[in-house]
């Protein structure tokens, strides 16, 4: 049944006032008081009504809507967002290449696979696998421009793999297009919507293509034509999603996974919090599973009552937001944790954990900022489920970076949404060997989602994003948040031995002409030999010397676009996912409208021309 059809029952004067009520009760709370974790109704209007609707049913708002029939649920998108689908039908993707090359991977075939190009996930790539030097900036022009849907972001990491391009979207779909053309060589519709990367690796003698949707299902489907080879949900609690794009490596997968329990917290009737955040190892051959470790030993007890009255569980949360990172020398691999979302904290949360490459079990783990508890509920004046430890939510939505230094030293650094960068020794358990502080830290600060290095120098890109109240009546409490177009952003060299600054770049201010702004640079880098790539939340995609930090090139992605497969794109706000450089070519994606940020729904294809 297509939901859109019901959706048109919801004209009638007595459900736009029960989904008022419903709203009132449910949400308003919630939304019409500001906080920067929580978006405001006008911003959720901005969503399609597929993503409210998956948000409410399979998603973050499930608990919140736990008990309203599907009239009711209904009555309540009605009110939300009165012109919008409540589901839009499955997205038909129709090939559109006359002819389909053959898919190939080997040693020669110039690749963007998963987060990074290696997995030391640097995010660097050489110069012959990149095709592009700082002399041929001058000359990129957009090539080709893909419309990703009726979505209102575009988060997930372009892999790239020879003429292939595989990209997820936030409608469940997961796409394979042409790299020189754009054209859809298949579709593959998802059971819920895709927020990480894809990996490309082999199940059993085929290529294939891994993916995790944001239920925690894990894909694997045959990367010529897109067929399902296999298909798990290896976590089985009901917060489970995957940011991070799995990590393939000889024959297994890597996968992190965090949840959307944080967010549940907020609710004052949720009893907060069992969720803890693992690492699973899959077979790629099957999908069976060969480990699973916590980041949190021992499953979460009863604590005490909020003063809400509802029952609390601890320890929760160190979710691994971000990509794993393969060490073959020590045999092992190493994630980066979240903060905790419930009493007592561990020494686990907001840390870099070791794991045994073939176990899972933990060689060691270094805190980098303790008694880090948070969730919704600190962000909202309610009594809830906000901890007494109460942290500032400094986790990690980062890998660490896996470096070579000189005279055989090794490095692993990170940046955190602290504003601090660190370098900590693999081959030491972990031991400090510096830290650096690069930005001022925040609930959506520091650094966000991903650094770079080419081994030398780590660039660190700084959020810092800021949120100010203007006046808005149709809130309860008169005003609304919206991000402050002269505060954060910001692009920093640091030493990879000994984390000094080797020259920094200041966020570059908003247009003065765009009313929903900021110059935050949430997104991950991406580097390149002599070349420094970061976009922004202002949609401005900008190339740095790797050596000054001068802007050497600079595109704003956030208009409007002719597109490939002939629907109306747009873009938007760059965050999340980095570009992508193969080949000669730039693969970007532009659109993010969370926190207040520009919708869009484009996947970018740069070339020098």
């Not at 990367?223 to 489970?240: C, Y």
């Not at 650096?436 to 989602?449: C, P």
Request: hydrophobic share 40%; glycine share 12%; with cysteine.
């Amino acid at each position: 049944m297509r939901y859109v059809c019901l959706l048109a029952l919801l004209t009638s004067t007595l459900w736009a006032q029960d989904g008022a009520a419903i709203y009132k009760e449910r949400c308003a709370s919630c939304h019409d008081t500001p906080a920067p974790r929580v978006p405001s109704l006008s911003t959720i209007k901005n969503m399609s009504g597929e993503a409210i609707y998956l948000a409410l049913t399979r998603g973050v708002m499930k608990t919140q809507a736990d008990g309203l029939s599907s009239a009711q649920i209904f009555a309540l998108l009605g009110y939300i967002a009165p012109t919008g689908g409540a589901r839009a039908a499955a997205p038909q993707v129709t090939p559109t290449c006359g002819t389909q090359p053959p898919f190939s991977a080997n040693a020669n075939t110039p690749e963007w696979n998963g987060w990074s190009t290696k997995i030391n996930n640097s995010r660097f790539q050489d110069a012959a696998s990149a095709g592009l030097t700082a002399a041929d900036l001058g000359r990129l022009k957009l090539k080709w421009a893909f419309n990703l849907g009726d979505v209102s972001e575009a988060r997930s990491q372009p892999a790239v793999i020879g003429r292939y391009v595989f990209i997820g979207a936030s409608n469940g779909t997961l796409y394979a297009l042409d790299a020189d053309s754009g054209c859809t060589l298949w579709g593959f519709l998802a059971a819920s919507g895709i927020r990480g990367g894809a990996a490309i690796g082999d199940a059993a003698g085929t290529p294939a293509v891994f993916f995790t949707d944001g239920a925690g299902n894990v894909y694997a489907l045959n990367a010529q034509t897109g067929k399902l080879i296999w298909k798990v949900r290896p976590v089985d609690h009901f917060a489970s999603l995957a940011t991070a794009t799995p990590r393939y490596h000889k024959g297994v997968l890597y996968q992190g996974f965090s949840s959307f329990e944080e967010g549940v917290g907020g609710d004052p009737k949720y009893q907060c919090c069992t969720f803890r955040g693992s690492v699973v190892a899959l077979n790629a051959a099957d999908g069976n599973k060969l480990w699973q470790t916590f980041t949190i030993p021992d499953p979460a007890k009863p604590t005490g009552m909020s003063p809400a009255g509802t029952q609390q569980y601890g320890p929760s949360g160190a979710a691994v937001w971000a990509t794993p990172t393969i060490d073959e020398q020590a045999d092992a691999l190493y994630v980066a944790t979240g903060d905790n979302y419930s009493d007592p904290p561990t020494r686990t949360s907001d840390a870099v954990l070791a794991m045994d490459l073939k176990t899972g079990r933990v060689l060691w783990s270094t805190q980098l900022t303790s008694n880090d508890v948070f969730n919704n509920a600190c962000s909202i004046p309610i009594p809830g489920n906000c901890p007494a430890t109460h942290g500032s939510d400094y986790d990690f939505g980062q890998p660490p970076i896996l470096l070579n230094l000189r005279a055989g030293k090794r490095a692993l650094v990170i940046a955190q949404k602290s504003g601090m960068a660190y370098g900590l020794d693999p081959d030491a358990k972990g031991k400090m060997l510096w830290q650096t502080r690069v930005g001022n830290g925040g609930v959506l600060g520091g650094s966000q989602w991903g650094s770079a290095s080419d081994e030398e120098r780590i660039y660190v890109a700084i959020s810092d994003l800021a949120l100010s109240a203007v006046p808005d009546p149709k809130s309860t409490k008169g005003y609304r948040l919206v991000l402050d177009p002269h505060k954060g952003g910001g692009l920093y060299a640091l030493d990879s031995r000994t984390g000094k600054i080797v020259w920094s770049a200041p966020a570059i201010p908003c247009d003065a002409s765009r009313t929903s702004c900021s110059p935050a640079q949430s997104a991950a880098v991406t580097v390149i030999p002599g070349v420094v790539f970061s976009g922004s939340l202002d949609g401005h995609l900008r190339a740095y010397s790797a050596s000054t930090g001068g802007v050497l090139w600079d595109t704003d992605t956030a208009r409007n676009f002719s597109t490939v497969n002939g629907k109306p794109g747009n873009g938007g706000s760059i965050d999340a996912a980095g570009p992508a450089v193969v080949n000669g070519m730039i693969f970007v994606n532009s659109g993010y409208g969370q926190w207040g940020g520009m919708s869009g729904n484009v996947l970018l294809a740069f070339s020098v021309q």
